[in-house]
Structure formats: C-alpha cells, structure tokens
T-cell receptor, first 114, second 112 residues
Framework: DAMVIQNPRYQVTQFGKPVTLSCSQT?????MYWYQQKSSQAPKLLFH???????NEADTPDNFQSRRPNTSFCFLDIRSPGLGDAAMYLC?????????????FGPGTRLLVL | AQRVTQPEKLLSVFKGAPVELKCNYS??????LFWYVQYSRQRLQLLLR??SRESIKGFTADLNKGETSFHLKKPFAQEEDSAMYYC??????????????FGKGTRLSVIA
C-alpha cells in the first residue's frame, strides 16, 4: 500500500551522463515536490509542481529539471551530473499548498556519481 | 528568510528519561511548524504539527512565539523512539505560502 514510490532506490551514474529519477503516487495529490538531501544536511527543496504549474526554487541549479506528465508521475532529470550532485533525492506529495499541509514522502533514491 | 535551527546533532537518553529535542526558527511572518521523523529504514513522515495541538506517540510540542521555539518533548523515552527528528517550518506571506524549510535534524538514541 505504498503511497509515494520512488525508483530506483539506488542509482549509479557517471560524471556528465544524464540521469532520470522517477516518483509516482497513489494519493491523487495536487502537489509533488523534489528535495535534495546531502549527508548530515537538511532536505532542500529543488522545485515543486502544483498540478501542471512548475515552481523552481531560486537557487536550484539549471542542471536540474523536472517533468510531470500526469497527476501520478513526476521525474527529476539531471542533465550533466557532477560529483557534487551525489545525494539522496526525496519525492513528496501534498494535497495542496496551504501552510498546514502534511507532506508524504517517498523512500528516496540515493544517487552516486562516479 | 526562513531558517530552522536544531542545535543538537545527536541526543542520547536512557529509556524512561525525559526527552527534549530543541528547535528554534527565524521567520518574520506567521509560521506553521512541524516535526517530521525518520525511523531506521523507513521514510520521512509527519510526527506532529503545532496547529493540531495533539500528542502523538507521547510527544508534544508547543509553539513559543516569544522565544521562536518549537521544542519536541516526551516525558518518558522508549527504545522505539530512536530515530532522526526534523523540525520544519512553512510560512504564510502576502504572496502565498512559503515552501517547507527543514532543520538539519537531531538523531535521538534511546539507550536501554
């Protein structure tokens, strides 16, 4: 009965080789988020979709892109991964964007860049 | 700008002892505060939020606007409370709600 699913759980890529991480949800939530979490650091929001509206955080590098083809799926594309992009990537969903909304997280994908 | 500070990276307590995980925030508007928890090999999940004013798994947290704090407390720690705890803040502003900002987390270790 997993509600937010991330695939794969571990991803190894080469320096500069494009990589895509995927997230799906069975909650029918309007909002989907992507966070980056490096070791011993806080999860950092990269961007989110409210339905089809894309909202990029100001300090998210251009190297990171996202696609949401439908309500259920959202993808994180890293065009040219660098060593500094190695991290845990968390997908989350919420019904809406009000301040009190609960976010539901996936298990994360750990990205290793060689 | 929003900021959440969790001063302790690691907190170790004995089973049955009281627990207090500290969280301080910086935000000029009206904050919504949350505690999220991540147990070993599990996903990050909501523990509680200040607006609900509820006790979850024996934990409570009170928003103190004067001290800009939202400390998480439990009177008697249990071994199953061992986990990573994140304090998080979302703000309301004229342009809408601001994204959730997390603290760096405190790892709670309850020793039998």
């Amino acid at each position: 009965d997993a509600m937010v699913i991330q695939n794969p759980r571990y991803q190894v890529t080469q320096f500069g080789k494009p990589v895509t991480l995927s997230c799906s949800q069975t909650l029918n939530h309007n909002v989907m988020y992507w966070y980056q979490q490096k070791s011993s650091q806080a999860p950092k929001l990269l961007f989110h979709y409210y339905d089809k509206d894309f909202n990029n955080e100001a300090d998210t590098p251009d190297n990171f892109q996202s696609r949401r083809p439908n309500t259920s799926f959202c993808f994180l594309d890293i065009r040219s991964p660098g060593l500094g992009d190695a991290a845990m990537y968390l997908c989350a969903t919420s019904r809406g964007l009000t301040g009190s909304e609960t976010q539901y997280f996936g298990p994360g994908t750990r990205l290793l860049v060689l | 700008a929003q900021r959440v500070t969790q001063p302790e990276k690691l907190l170790s307590v004995f089973k049955g002892a009281p627990v207090e995980l500290k969280c301080n925030y910086s935000y000029s508007g009206s904050p919504e505060l949350f505690w999220y928890v991540q147990y070993s090999r599990q996903r990050l999940q909501l523990l509680l939020r200040h607006i609900s004013r509820e006790s979850i798994k024996g934990f409570t947290a009170d928003l103190n606007k004067g001290e800009t704090s939202f400390h998480l407390k439990k009177p008697f720690a249990q071994e199953e409370d061992s986990a990573m705890y994140y304090c998080a803040l979302s703000g309301a502003s004229y342009s809408g709600n601001t994204p959730l900002v997390f603290g760096k987390g405190t790892r709670l270790s309850v020793i039998a």
